[in-house]
């Protein structure tokens, strides 16, 4: 009679079946998760060897395949690329352009509302203006020009 116990301790021993719920099956799958990547990851690996020498087995060095598609990549234009895109360059450019002369036009109006904010300011001191921060002002009399403050 041989038991396996036996190589394992050096006596002899019986070795019992556990009960099923003393199996730790988190560790189990752990352990068979850890088995499988290892193993998806050798064969990863080794098909995509057999790939590349199948496709590259032809030529000698990879860098002359990188030269080739660096010069193809350079060679491509921006003409090249929007045509491919199918974008309507110049209806943007016209709009991009009637864009900044509204802009233009509205700070050159900002700046002319402002100039007459301040003219009214000094014309009409008595009343209540917004400033170009939106603050609104109320001017305050000046207290030299009060009458009880006049000393004789």
Known sequence: YFDL???VEGDHANIYP?????????YLRAVSR????????TLTHSLTASVNHFFLGSVNNKAEIQKQLLAETRAITEDTILKSLDIPVEYLLHNANKTRI?????????????????SLRRSVPSQDFL?????????????ASSVDDISV
């Open 5 to 7: 116990g036996d190589l």
């Open 18 to 26: 556990s009960l099923w719920s003393e199996v730790n099956y988190d």
């Open 34 to 41: 850890e088995f499988y990547m290892s193993l998806a990851i």
């Open 102 to 118: 509204e802009y233009e036009d509205a700070g050159d109006a900002l700046k002319t509302i402002n100039v007459l904010a301040n």
């Open 131 to 143: 400033n170009s921060d939106g603050t609104i002002t109320t001017p305050t009399s000046n207290p």
